[in-house]
């Protein structure tokens, strides 16, 4: 077809969808989420078609563009919005959910433009995305009783069980019917990318989702299907994994200060952990994780369940860089920076536990503890596990280095340290720090 020509149709059908449904809320008066996931559905259903329109980039990107300063008209000038804002804003929440969910339909095509089952990978994770999430949020508006917390609001099982199921036949038939990987294979890969991305969309927060469930189904089924395809036992391996980590998770969730959706995130990066690298690369996350309570003694108020998925990524998210880095470069030797990383945030964790917990303390002297604890209880695992280049020495020197400073640097940036918020600027000083002391890992690993 000629790109110009399906440019138009496919802008033509867009804004035909949006009108469409403005007639249906004027007239039946829906749920405003209802006629919000219809409107995701169109889309998705839609830009389905762009492989079979497009043999370039260009008109897709066009398409997606005008897209969004259509969408950005409707949500910010005051005469569109009026008109056909609440078919985009109808919804109490603050989202910017249908801004993301353009720019992954671009994302998607430019990224699985030349690659083994191209439009599987394109075709499978908007599928996912249109009706899964759609799916999810009409039944947990219509049947959720059993809530949980996040930091969007509150979220329901059963909504989270129908998002699975949708995700999992919209990966298993089109495997299934287009590609030529085996129906076992099919059935497990469908069924560990439903339940990842079911946490999540349990966990994103302001329309996330919409960037972050097509990306990361774009990424695991390109892990998953190769060439060559993932064999059986492999992925049996990776599904246990994921299940037994979840299993494990959620019976130790009273002992630990996260809500349910720093568990689910929690879970995440223990899966990814052990996925990018292996059953050693989830030794130091899931040490910092049953060890942190027990840095102080248990109180009432320490043990409340107030941590979100905003803590989460803040303590992983240093750790989770190097791993990226060791697993795209081939250079296992950053393990240790790695481990620095948890093993700093651990001290930080300690140290702002104490100080509120014993504010008659000396601060240098809680702060001299908690570095000391948390090196030795993630270095010595290392110690154990790693397989040394540079002289085990100097990583020690080097590992405790880098927790001091991450340490003292959050200890001088962080006010009221005795009653240490859990707010954005916190968890940003955390992460910053932690990641800046565990560079510190480079340097027996490159001058000795």
């Known amino acids: 077809m000629n790109p110009w020509l399906g440019v138009i149709l496919m802008l033509t059908a867009l804004g035909a969808w949006m009108v469409v449904l403005r007639l249906f ?22 830009v389905l078609a762009f492989p079979w329109l497009f043999d370039e980039v260009w008109p897709v990107v066009l398409v997606i563009a005008l897209s969004l300063g259509l969408l950005a008209t409707v949500r910010f000038v005051s005469g569109p919005r009026s008109q056909l804002g609440s078919v985009l804003g109808g919804v109490a929440r603050k989202s910017l959910g249908e801004f ?19 439009n599987i990978l394109y075709c499978v994770p908007l599928l996912v995305l249109a009706l899964a999430d759609a799916v999810a949020a009409l039944i947990g508006v219509a049947y959720g009783r059993l809530q949980y917390t996040t930091v969007d609001g509150n979220k329901s099982a059963e909504g989270s069980t129908a998002f699975f199921l949708a995700a999992f036949f919209s990966v298993h038939v089109p495997l299934l019917l287009a590609t030529d990987v085996g129906r076992a294979e099919t059935l497990l890969i469908a069924l560990i990318v439903g339940f990842l991305i079911m946490l999540f969309e349990a966990i994103a927060w302001r329309g996330l989702d919409n960037l972050f469930i097509p990306l990361v189904c774009f990424l695991i089924l390109k892990i998953y299907l190769g060439p060559p395809c993932m064999d059986l036992t492999a992925l049996l391996a990776r599904a246990a994994a994921l299940l037994a980590l979840f299993v494990f ?9 996260l809500d349910a959706g720093g568990v689910l995130a929690a879970a995440l990066v223990g899966y990814l952990a052990w996925a990018l690298g292996d059953w050693r690369w989830l030794v130091f996350p899931t040490a910092l994780f049953l060890t942190y309570t027990l840095l102080s003694p248990r109180t009432e ?12 990524v803040s303590v992983s998210a240093a750790g989770l860089i190097w791993l990226f880095l060791a697993r795209t470069l081939n250079r296992p030797e950053l393990m240790l920076p790695y481990a620095i990383a948890f093993a700093a945030n651990l001290a930080i964790i300690g140290m702002a536990r104490l100080r509120h917990d014993y504010p008659q303390r000396s601060p240098t002297a809680i702060l001299a503890a908690c570095i000391v604890k948390g090196w030795l209880i993630l270095f ?23 927790v001091a400073t991450a340490a ?25 720090s932690s990641a800046l002391g565990s560079t510190l890992g480079l340097i027996p690993l490159y001058f000795f």
């Open 25 to 46: 809320q004027s007239l039946a008066q829906p749920h405003p989420e209802v006629v919000r996931k219809l409107m995701h559905v169109g889309m998705g259903l839609t």
């Open 100 to 118: 993301y969910f353009a720019i992954s339909v671009a994302a998607l095509f430019v990224l699985s433009r030349g690659q083994p089952y191209a």
């Open 249 to 257: 998770l959620l019976i130790w969730r009273h002992r630990s200060t």
């Open 301 to 312: 108020f320490n043990s409340r369940r107030v941590h979100n998925v905003h803590a989460v």
């Open 380 to 402: 010595v695992p290392f110690a154990l596990i790693a397989e040394f280049s540079p002289s085990p020495i100097a990583c020690g020197f080097a590992a405790l280095a880098g």
């Open 408 to 432: 003292l640097l959050f200890h001088a940036t962080q006010p009221g340290m005795e009653d240490c918020a859990t707010d954005t600027p916190r968890w940003l000083r955390q992460a910053g």
